[in-house]
């Protein structure tokens, strides 16, 4: 049976047409959460139930649920109050005039506006949804805020004080083979002391300690590598603020077999001591 910590690992989004579902439910899925958009409220149960039993592989499950749906304001409350894990329920509104112009930008209906205008879909809206909004566990005004203000805001009524996650994948490269296209960011390594050239270790790679020892020894290394984990630590924590889940570093020498190999490794185990989530691949190591 799959383990539920708390309904911090369940969340529903709900609210107001217009008030930011779309933003937040792209963010809780770069937080690892599996969403699901505008799903039938009958069929909660029956996806809770499989998450419940461990029938589908899913850690934290995130619904975005709203009055697009014909039955939504009599079928979720009633199975709401059913359910035998209480999801955490969030709640997003904005001002009118605020929602208004967002419609307007977008050139999209307001669902409930079809004969009307927008400002009188808003308002028949807010109130056919004030029974919802009183069951919410967290009501969020997005109202003058950027993405990444609300984002900031959300990250703290989630998290509320848990560092985010962030995976960080590390790739060796050569640049004969051309770049990784996935890369976030990009660091050469080929004007470094190069292994090639010492006939014992042309041959070998750079998970040999050999050729590590030859390619760390040098002054250059030492300062390449001081520099290179300053400035990703100073990109870390911009990354992580902007809700960034994955975070692709490659690093590049000629062939992809040495040097390359060499700083990736090393890259690895500063990562790991640092306590985040590090995958690695050489991808030309062997070529």
Known sequence: MAKIKGNGDFI???????????????????????????????????LVDFWQKGKVE????????????PNFLTDFPRILKQLKVKPKLIFLEAS???????????RRPHPLAKKGSILEGV???????????????EVVDTTGLSI????????????KGKKRYLQVNIISFGYKYGL???SDLVFDTRFLPNPFYID??????????????????????????????SFIDGQLAGFMKEGKSTLTISIGCTGG????????????????????EVKIIHRDIYK
Request: hydrophobic share 40%; aromatic share 6%; proline share 3%.
């Open 123 to 137: 308002s028949l809206e807010k109130k056919k949804l004030r029974p919802i909004k009183a069951m919410a566990d």
């Open 257 to 276: 077999k040495h040097r390359s190999v060499v700083i990736a490794e090393d890259l690895k185990n500063y990562f790991r001591q640092k306590k985040l």
């Open 180 to 182: 990784p296209l996935d």
């Open 148 to 159: 990444s203000q609300l984002k900031d805001l959300l990250a703290g009524k989630i998290l």
């Open 96 to 106: 009118d005039e605020t929602l208004v112009k967002r419609f307007s930008e977008s």
């Open 58 to 69: 899913i850690n934290r499950m995130a619904l975005v649920i709203d009055i697009r749906e």
């Open 12 to 46: 529903i989004i709900t609210g107001l047409s217009g008030s930011g579902k779309t933003v937040v439910s792209r963010f809780l899925e770069d937080l690892g959460y599996y969403c699901v958009d505008n799903l039938p409220a009958k069929l909660i149960p029956g």
């Open 200 to 229: 014992q270790l042309r041959n070998l790679n750079g998970k040999s300690r050999k050729v590590q020892e030859f390619v760390m020894k040098s002054a250059e290394t030492a300062e390449y590598l001081h520099s290179l984990k």
